[in-house]
């Protein structure tokens, strides 16, 4: 009788240990499911920023383009001078220069402004 009685201890304390040691397992699970919802937000983040970027620098590019049509159609029909028109595509270049060197020194971009 002691036997059963003594067993009885044992699987109740082991009983007891186990529901502990799974809702220590269960904590730490839902611990790592919170780290994966943050860092799927911070890439839903990343990739929308992203594609602000490739929106603004694919407008820029056409802005650019256009600025410069202008200008040779200008220089064209003689309504700017050719220096003033290489003064104008200059500075467009120089401003290409200038986000070229940045991006190879890794500055990041300035987030957009909401």
């Known amino acids: 009788m002691m036997e059963i009685l003594l067993a009885g201890i044992v699987l109740v304390v ?8 799974f809702t220590r397992i269960e904590r730490k699970l839902d611990r790592i499911a919170a780290v994966g919802r943050t860092i799927n937000r911070k890439e839903d983040s990343s990739m929308a920023l992203g594609q602000v970027i490739l929106e603004k620098v694919t407008a820029q590019t056409t802005l650019v383009a ?3 049509a202008l200008v ?3 220089v064209a029909q003689e309504t700017i001078p050719a220096d003033v028109a290489a003064q104008i595509l200059a500075t467009l270049d ?3 220069a200038e986000l070229e060197a940045a991006l190879a020194a890794g500055v990041p971009p300035v987030p957009p402004t909401p």
């Open 14 to 21: 082991y009983s007891t240990w186990m529901c502990a040691l």
């Open 94 to 96: 120089g401003n290409t």
């Open 66 to 68: 256009s600025v410069k």
């Open 72 to 74: 040779e159609g200008l």
